[in-house]
């Protein structure tokens, strides 16, 4: 007895073994195969790979094995490259070269990795070009400075650091578009001139002997035109900008104290005027469309396209070519791309049950004549039943009590990255065959031709992502759940589908990172048969005793989450990179002409010129008296900043049109540097509305000081919006001032209310 025990164990553990080989021969149960992708969840991916890289040597044939892992090395590959990029935009530097150089370590030969490796360090050459640019801007050298960020501009115009740092050396330049046209310390001396209906010719002399500066003239320029200028206490560099424009013509700088004047006209710029080449590389925008835009508005001289290469080539003036560059610099952008991390839940469940007796539910019987009755037929004749021939009736019954319940997940997590306002279009599910019949006639014999008809079943997702500047993702997201019914066929073996879908669309706003379920997608269905015995399902209580139930359920939800995170957004522009001199309608990029801030009197006409002038350094002791009778109309401003006290100073226009705009201008004179002053703005909201997009109450809070935004002085706009003429006033109810650097608060005066007639 022993022994037979013994020999059926003997043949279960042969069983049970050769089974395990088998599953482990032809399956995925590998230790080291298992212990890789664990690893890999764990996020430790080096121990993880080199687990499947042994489990690939183990079984080399295993395709299963062969095709996992080199979809979980693609992901590892991707999720490092993802999060090492993301270092180098954070400008971590440090810690994306460890990250870029891990990668090389797990995959020798990946190139994504090597170009990193070598952004960063062209990352951090330009970095140190922009700290050499920094100190040389610490140093007064912002010229220089300038041309040092520029550089870095052109090869990377994203760098950050440098962006940065060229908003802050358009503050301390003179003028918002620097040229190589360096002046010298003599155009910078301060001289006062005050000149009547005086020779050209006896102006530049008397400038030139003042300064020390060397002027040539062209041969068309008339030196006998009279000119008048009466300016105090302004550099030799303005005055001449503002002689020379105000009287159509330019200058070109020979060398650090000469300079060549000639008239402005299109002719002598051609003659004169030295133009640059430079070669634009577009990386992002169509190179078509960033020439049409150069050409409309810095009306651009010759350009050339290469499409081929995307890229444009320039020739006009320096101004124009540095107004280009910006202009590139604030459109040349790449598209806003983001990931989309979405997991769909198709969960399915069906329930069936089967409970009950089943009796018979049918008598057999056949009639024939009197002669053939048998003797089961004789015998029922005695009753009355004569030439019944047959009777029969099942001779079982039964009792069911089965019930069936199965389960179905599909479980679906791509990550999908997709630029902005472009759809992107995720399908699980299956392409289900149908066949159309194509019966051709004319023939003897009708022939038959079937052709086949994909539809899509499963879920369908499409999400159109809208990347804000705020880091706001606004999803178009349309899903459709579809499944197969049932099939209809149709002449000549057709079939056509019976096909059950639920849809849902829908507009949502989300940040960075957060997550949305969109959930109740629910399909319940319940189908209920019910056999039994005639006139027993009526009665109540027998109905469950006698009948036979047959109750199917299925019951299918479809969840989704998605999850968008941004790779890669446009930057917002400063206010100034976004608004920059332009130059005039006729000359892009020439520069302002523009005099430093003068003194009481300064441009007053000295009364009783008889035609000659001065031009001295400093202060002008020749200059004739002015008139005490005669008002002067910038003492009122001149005392306000001799006093103590800080003003401010309102104005606006007297008459204005219905319907139309204007202009109120606030400035803060008199103050020192560190003041601060917050004011209370009032105005008559019923006739006037202020144009800055905020509140229309009636009033409106200001700050004002160099810390500011808007400076020691800002414009409003505003517009009339009465119906009928009228009157209305804009006036500054309160002013607050303090001194930020010393801590101590300051009187500010207040300006008297302005009266605007709108007619």
């Known amino acids: ?116 490796l070598e952004s960063i360090a062209l990352d951090r050459q330009h970095i140190a070009k922009v700290d050499t640019a920094r100190e040389l801007l610490r140093n007064g050298e912002a010229a220089k400075a300038e041309t040092l960020v520029r550089a870095v501009l052109q090869e990377n115009p994203q760098q950050s650091h440098a962006r940065q740092l060229i908003s802050e050396i358009n503050l301390n330049l003179a003028r918002p578009e620097v040229t ?64 020379l424009t105000t009287n159509q013509m330019a200058f070109k700088v020979l060398n650090n104290n000469s300079l060549l004047i000639y008239p402005n006209t299109p002719a002598k710029q051609k003659d004169y005027q030295e133009l640059v080449v430079r070669s634009f590389q577009i990386a992002h925008t169509d190179v078509k469309q960033m020439v049409a835009m150069v050409r409309g508005i810095v009306k651009a001289k010759d350009i050339y396209v290469n499409e081929q290469l995307n890229l444009f080539i320039m020739r006009d003036t320096l101004e124009a070519i540095r107004l280009t560059e910006r202009l590139i610099s604030l459109n040349d952008y790449a598209e806003p791309e983001v990931m989309l991390e979405v997991t769909i839940l198709d969960v399915t469940r069906t329930n069936n049950f089967l409970l009950g007796p089943n009796f018979p539910q049918s008598l057999q019987y056949s009639w024939s004549g009197a002669a053939s009755l048998t003797p089961a037929g004789a015998l029922i004749s005695q009753f009355g039943f004569e030439g019944l021939k047959s009777f029969g009736m099942a001779n079982q019954a039964k009792i069911d009590f089965l019930q069936n319940f199965s389960a179905g997940d599909i ?117 209920k048969e019910i056999k039994g015995l005639a006139g027993l399902l009526n009665i109540p209580g027998l109905d469950r005793l006698t009948s036979n139930q047959d109750i199917r359920r299925v019951k299918n939800e479809v969840v989704l989450l998605i999850t968008p995170r941004i790779v890669r957004n446009i930057p917002r522009p400063t206010n100034l990179e976004s608004e920059y001199h332009f130059g005039t309608a006729s000359e892009a990029g020439k520069l302002p002409v523009k005099i430093d801030k003068t003194k009481a ?85 019923g006739s006037f509305e202020l144009l800055d997009g905020g509140a229309k109450s009636g009033s409106r809070s200001i700050r004002l000081g160099k810390d500011q935004i808007a400076g020691l002085a800002t414009q409003l706009r505003f517009k009339v919006i009465a119906t009928a003429a009228g009157t209305g006033e804009v006036s500054i109810q309160s002013a607050n001032g303090e001194d930020i650097e010393l801590g101590d608060v300051v009187d500010v005066t207040l300006p008297p209310p302005a009266t605007i007639n709108f007619k």
């Not at 996020?43 to 993880?48: L, S, Y």
């Not at 030139?208 to 002027?215: E, K, V």
């Not at 008048?228 to 303005?238: A, G, L, P, Y």
């Open 1 to 116: 007895m022993k022994s037979w025990k013994i020999i059926v164990l003997s043949i279960l553990l042969a069983i049970t073994t050769g089974c395990a080989i088998n599953n482990r021969t032809f399956g995925t149960r590998n230790m080291a195969f298992d212990d890789g992708q664990k690893l890999i969840a764990a996020g430790q991916f080096e121990a993880g790979l080199e687990k499947l890289d042994q489990a690939r040597r183990e079984e080399p044939e295993n395709r299963d094995i062969q095709s996992v892992v080199l979809r979980l090395r693609e992901e590892v590959s991707g999720k490092l490259l993802f999060e090492a990029e993301n270092l180098r935009y954070s400008g971590q530097l440090d810690r994306a070269t460890q990250s870029f150089q891990r990668i090389l370590n797990l995959f020798p030969f990946n190139e994504r990795a090597k170009e990193g």
């Open 180 to 243: 190589h046209l360096a002046l010298e310390s003599a155009f910078k001396k301060t001289v006062t001139m005050e000149f009547k209906d005086t020779d050209l010719k006896s102006v530049f002399e008397l400038m030139s002997r003042t300064a020390g500066i060397n002027f040539v003239f062209d041969k068309d320029i008339r030196q006998d035109t009279k000119i008048s200028i009466f300016v105090k206490n302004n550099t030799i560099e303005d005055i001449l900008k503002l002689i």
């Open 411 to 527: 479980l679906a997590n791509p990550r999908i990255r997709v630029n902005n306002k472009e759809k992107a279009k995720i399908h699980v599910g299956t392409k289900q065959p149908f066949f159309s019949a194509n019966v051709q006639a004319g023939v003897a014999a009708a022939l038959v031709t079937s052709t086949p008809t994909f539809i899509d079943l499963g879920v369908k997702l499409d999400v159109e992502p809208r990347i804000g500047l705020n880091d706001d993702i606004t999803l178009k997201v349309t899903l459709e759940v579809s499944s197969l019914i049932t099939t209809i066929s149709g002449p000549g073996g057709a079939t056509a589908p019976v096909v059950g879908t639920r849809n849902a669309e829908t507009l949502l706003t989300l940040k960075d990172g957060e997550t949305q379920v969109i959930a109740g997608l629910i399909d319940n269905r319940e189908s």
């Open 601 to 685: 009197q300064s441009l007053a006409i000295t009364p009783g010129g008889t035609g000659q002038g001065s031009a001295r350094g400093g202060a002008n002791p020749f200059a004739a008296p002015v008139d005490e009778d005669v008002p002067n109309p910038f003492a009122k401003a001149a005392a306000a900043a001799a006093s103590s006290t800080p003003s401010l100073t309102l104005q606006a226009p007297t008459n204005v049109g219905l319907d139309k705009e204007f202009s109120v201008n606030v400035r803060l004179v008199g103050a020192k540097a560190t003041t601060n002053t917050e004011l209370q703005l009032s105005y008559d909201s």
